[in-house]
């Protein structure tokens, strides 16, 4: 199997879920500070020329969260996704959730912070996208009162895509009032498999 990914970016979702299955695999960095993802040989492998790519033989696959699903199905013996219907729809309602309600608002911040152009920034979106993420993190906050993970008593793939992206909100300063989100986080980080966290492995670029 093969990795094509950029460490501080959410090829993290795909790594974690790659150490937890202990899983061979070949790293391959497309270092995204030097355009590589829009060069036409990585084009090939994701036309949308983003990271990560996983390629298993004949099969690519694209999307961070179809990638953590794709491995947890394809290796079911550690249980990262439950056989159960109802608890499979639960840990699919929290991927959802994450990608859609966590992650958007944090991207836009991230798109109106330093992404765009100077010229495409747009000062107001940033507290109106953090008002947004606090909103729906209140709801993960209060979920997480009373258990260790998302679903049931065992971690699932819902539970590394969701530290993974409450490390993003942590970067941007977003959980400093969610107690239980940081607790949560930390706990699914001291996983002895867990990956780095964003801050080291942008610290790790710099070398
Ligand atoms: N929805 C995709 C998003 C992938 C994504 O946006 N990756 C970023 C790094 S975190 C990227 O490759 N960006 C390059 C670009 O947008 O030009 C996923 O979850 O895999």
């Not at 298993?56 to 550690?78: G, M, N, R, T």
């Amino acid at each position: 199997m093969k990795l094509y990914g950029f460490p501080p970016t959410r090829s993290i979702r795909a790594l974690w879920m790659l150490r937890e299955l202990d899983l061979d695999f070949e790293y391959v960095q497309v270092d995204l500070t030097k355009g590589e993802h829009r060069r036409p040989e990585f084009l090939a492998v994701n036309p949308a020329g983003k990271v990560p790519v996983l390629v298993d033989d004949d099969f690519v696959l694209s999307e961070s969260v179809a990638i953590v699903l794709y491995l947890a199905e394809k290796y079911p013996q550690k249980g990262f996704l439950p056989t159960n219907l109802r608890a499979r729809a639960q840990v699919n309602r929290w991927l959802l959730f994450t990608a859609t309600e966590l992650e958007q608002p944090i991207w836009r911040i991230a798109r109106h912070t330093h992404q765009y152009p100077i010229e495409k920034r747009l000062a107001a979106e940033i507290p109106l996208a953090r008002q947004d993420f606090l909103d729906m993190a209140a709801v993960m906050e209060k979920h997480l009162e009373t258990r260790p993970v998302l679903v049931g008593e065992n971690v699932t793939v819902a539970d590394f895509v969701a530290a993974y992206t409450l490390d993003m909100a942590s970067v941007v300063h977003l959980l400093e009032a969610l107690p239980n989100l940081r607790a949560y986080m930390e706990r699914m980080y001291a996983r002895p498999k867990a990956p780095q966290r964003i801050a080291q492995a942008f610290a790790s670029l710099r070398g």
